[in-house]
C-alpha cells in the first residue's frame, strides 16, 4: 500500500485558500501515484497503442502548469517544456526520459505557477490563453488539474495492483 502523506484541502475557509489547498492536494497525488516505482514501471504504457505512462503523465503535467501559469498569466511567448511547437504529445515521449529529469522539470514548473498565482491579484483576473486564443480566469486555471489524476490512478493500478487515494 502507498503511504499517503497528502494534507487535504480544509471543509471550510476563504475560496482561493480552498482552491489552492485542493491544487495542491492534486499535485501531492500524481507524486504519491508514482512513488516507489522503477524509471522502468513509469514507462509502463496504459494499454496499446497508447502511449500514456505514469513518466509521461508527469511530463504533461509539467506543460500544464507551464502553459496554464507562465504562458497565460506572465510570457505567452515561453517555449514549452519540451516542444518548441506547444505541442502537449511531446511529453508523451518518455523513451529516453527518466523519473529524475520528469520530477525535476514539474517542481520546478509548480514553484513557478505557486509564485504566478500568488502574484495574481483575483481569482476573477483574466490571463489570456494562446493556446485557446481566449481570456481565462484564474479560477478556471486552479480548477483544471484535478482532472489528470483518473488517469494516475488507473495507470498506477495497471503496473502493480495499487488502487484508491
Same mark, same amino acid.
Given at each position: 500500500?502507498?503511504?499517503?502523506?497528502?494534507?487535504?484541502?480544509?471543509?471550510? !475557509?476563504? #475560496?482561493?485558500?480552498?482552491?489552492? $489547498?485542493?491544487?495542491?492536494?492534486?499535485? $501531492?497525488?500524481?507524486? =504519491?501515484?508514482?512513488?516507489?516505482?522503477?524509471?522502468?514501471?513509469?514507462?509502463?504504457?496504459?494499454?496499446?497503442?497508447?502511449?500514456?505512462?505514469?513518466? %509521461?503523465?508527469?511530463?504533461?503535467?509539467? #506543460?500544464?502548469?507551464?502553459?496554464?501559469?507562465?504562458?497565460?498569466?506572465?510570457?505567452?511567448?515561453?517555449? =514549452?517544456?519540451?516542444?518548441?511547437? +506547444?505541442?502537449?504529445?511531446?511529453?508523451?515521449?518518455?523513451? %529516453?526520459?527518466?523519473?529524475?529529469? &520528469?520530477?525535476? $522539470?514539474?517542481?520546478?514548473?509548480?514553484?513557478?505557477?505557486?509564485?504566478?498565482?500568488?502574484? +495574481?491579484?483575483?481569482?476573477?483576473? &483574466?490571463?489570456?490563453?494562446?493556446?485557446?486564443?481566449?481570456?481565462?480566469?484564474?479560477?478556471?486555471?486552479?480548477?483544471?488539474? &484535478?482532472?489528470?489524476? !483518473?488517469?494516475?490512478?488507473?495507470?498506477?493500478?495497471?503496473?502493480? !495492483?495499487? +488502487? !484508491?487515494?
Amino acid at each position: 500500500m502507498i503511504e499517503d502523506d497528502r494534507t487535504g484541502p480544509p471543509s471550510f !475557509g476563504p #475560496e482561493r485558500e480552498t482552491l489552492r $489547498a485542493f491544487l495542491d492536494f492534486h499535485r $501531492a497525488t500524481l507524486a =504519491m501515484k508514482c512513488r516507489g516505482l522503477t524509471d522502468e514501471q513509469l514507462r509502463e504504457r496504459s494499454m496499446p497503442p497508447s502511449t500514456l505512462t505514469l513518466l %509521461g503523465l508527469v511530463r504533461h503535467l509539467a #506543460e500544464v502548469e507551464r502553459a496554464w501559469f507562465r504562458r497565460t498569466f506572465e510570457d505567452h511567448e515561453v517555449p =514549452m517544456v519540451w516542444s518548441e511547437e +506547444v505541442d502537449f504529445q511531446a511529453a508523451y515521449d518518455v523513451s %529516453g526520459a527518466t523519473r529524475s529529469e &520528469a520530477f525535476a $522539470a514539474w517542481e520546478a514548473e509548480v514553484a513557478h505557477s505557486r509564485r504566478v498565482e500568488a502574484a +495574481v491579484e483575483s481569482l476573477d483576473s &483574466a490571463g489570456y490563453q494562446p493556446r485557446w486564443e481566449e481570456e481565462v480566469s484564474l479560477r478556471m486555471v486552479m480548477l483544471d488539474y &484535478a482532472r489528470h489524476n !483518473g488517469h494516475a490512478d488507473f495507470l498506477r493500478e495497471g503496473i502493480d !495492483g495499487e +488502487v !484508491g487515494a
